[in-house]
Nanobody, 125 residues
Framework: QLQLVESGGGLVQPGGSLRLSCAAS????????IGWFRQAPGKEREGVSC????????NYADAVKGRFTISRDNGKNTVYLQMNSLKPEDTAIYYC??????????????????WGQGTQVVVSS
């Protein structure tokens, strides 16, 4: 069974950092594009960042450019989202998602077939 499990969320002060992890089980991430999405209370789910299956192509939402970095370690079957200079408006549940292929991934949730359960990030003083 294909499964994605997020971890690394928590409470952090504004300006702080967190690193989220997305670990896959039941399949090998090598051939999948991975995206990170987030959903704040009362808002629609939005794309944050994505990375191609080979790690060459990355995309970021304007709101996180220069602050967030996506990376992947196919040997560990894991994708990471390093989040720096966090702001209160980054507070949300963060989800990772995957789809097979994905040489040129985008930030539309409709491209992705497999989803994790999410990890909560709260940025507050």
């Amino acid at each position: 069974q294909l499964q994605l499990v997020e971890s690394g969320g928590g409470l952090v002060q504004p300006g702080g950092s967190l690193r989220l992890s997305c670990a896959a089980s039941g399949f090998t991430l090598d051939y999948y594009a991975i995206g990170w999405f987030r959903q704040a209370p009362g808002k629609e789910r939005e794309g944050v960042s994505c990375i191609s299956n080979n790690g060459v192509i990355t995309n970021y939402a304007d709101a996180v450019k220069g602050r967030f970095t996506i990376s992947r370690d196919n040997g560990k079957n894991t994708v990471y989202l390093q989040m720096n200079s966090l702001k209160p408006e980054d507070t949300a549940i963060y989800y990772c998602a995957a789809y097979w292929g994905g040489s040129y991934p985008g930030l539309s949730m409709y491209e992705y077939d497999y989803w994790g359960q999410g990890t909560q990030v709260v940025v507050s003083s």
